[in-house]
Every structure is written in C-alpha cells, then in structure tokens.
C-alpha cells in the first residue's frame, strides 16, 4: 500500500507546527517564569550569523504553505514578517494550520511528477513534485522547528523529545 502525497505532508506538517507552538507557550512561560523580556527568546540565535527563533517560525511557516500552494497549483500567501511577539507568532502558525487544512487530498494527491520550480536567491531550483516534498520541503520545515527548538533549549527552557514529536 503507497501513501498519498496529501497524507504523506499535510497531516506531518500540522501535527510540526502544532508541537512548535506548544514550545513557543513553554519558551514565553519560561520568560515569565523568571522575569525575562520575551523579546530576548524572540530575537535569540543559536549562533551570531544565524537567524534568530522568529525567522525560524516564519521560514516553517513559508515552506510548508508555500509547499502546500505548489503541489495544489496556486500561488502561495504572503505573510508579512513583522511579528515580533510570541502572541503574533501564535497567530500566524495558526493562519498556516488554517491554511494547509483548507486543502483537500484531491488537491495534493497526483503531484509526484508536477514540475516545481523554486527561484531562489541563487538561480531557480527545480523538481519533480514528490521529490519537492521528501528532499526540500518537509526537510526545510523540520530543520527551522528542530533550530527553534534548539534555540529554546540552549537558553535554559525546559523542553523534551516529547515536546518535538508531540502526542501519539
């Protein structure tokens, strides 16, 4: 039995950003905890030439709605990229949720070999759907919660593998 290209990104997809807004309520309670400015969470890196735990959000949520609209044959959403406040990063990982749930499998489904192309920074990028999905986009957005994560972690905020992977 194969699985579906919807089933195979959207429901992982969801379930990812859910788990990293429950560790961005863990990383603002621990700000509140011991009394420390959540801007200092919202701005922190793990490294100087790094980017810091809100353009690792915003890139989770980029990639996978921008995933989701290619596979589908739409153009993505934009989102601003000014939040600043975990309150407004909250929203706009709920607008994304909202977002890829708004998708059917009929959408998705079928997109293996759909042309994609990515223009990038350094030239255009181009794949085959399935491979869009397995190789650029689900990696992308685990990278971005596994940096944000770790991001929280090394500033002392309590957080387990049960916290990335979520409940079974």
């Not at 379930?15 to 990383?27: G, W, Y």
């Not at 969470?41 to 290619?70: W, Y």
Request: charged residues 20%; negative net charge.
């Amino acid at each position: 039995m194969s699985i579906s290209m919807y089933q195979a990104f959207i429901p992982p997809a969801v379930r990812a950003l859910t788990n990293l807004a429950a560790f961005l309520d863990k990383i603002a309670s621990h700000a509140e905890a011991r009394k420390i400015d959540p801007a200092v969470f919202v701005g922190a890196r793990l490294f100087p030439d790094m980017l810091p735990l809100v353009k690792q959000v915003q890139i989770a949520s980029d990639t996978v709605k921008g995933g989701a609209a290619r596979l589908a044959g739409q153009e993505p959403p934009r989102f601003e990229d000014n939040e600043a406040s975990f309150p407004e990063l909250q929203v706009r990982i709920q607008k994304t949720i909202d977002y890829l749930q708004s998708f059917t499998s009929e959408q998705i489904d079928g997109s293996e070999d759909k042309a994609i192309t990515l223009a990038m920074r350094s030239g255009e990028l181009h794949f085959k759907g399935q491979d869009y999905l397995t190789t650029y986009v689900l990696p992308n957005l685990y990278f971005h919660v596994t940096t944000a994560y770790a991001i929280a972690r090394s500033n002392g905020v309590e957080l387990g593998k049960r916290d990335f992977l979520g409940q079974a």
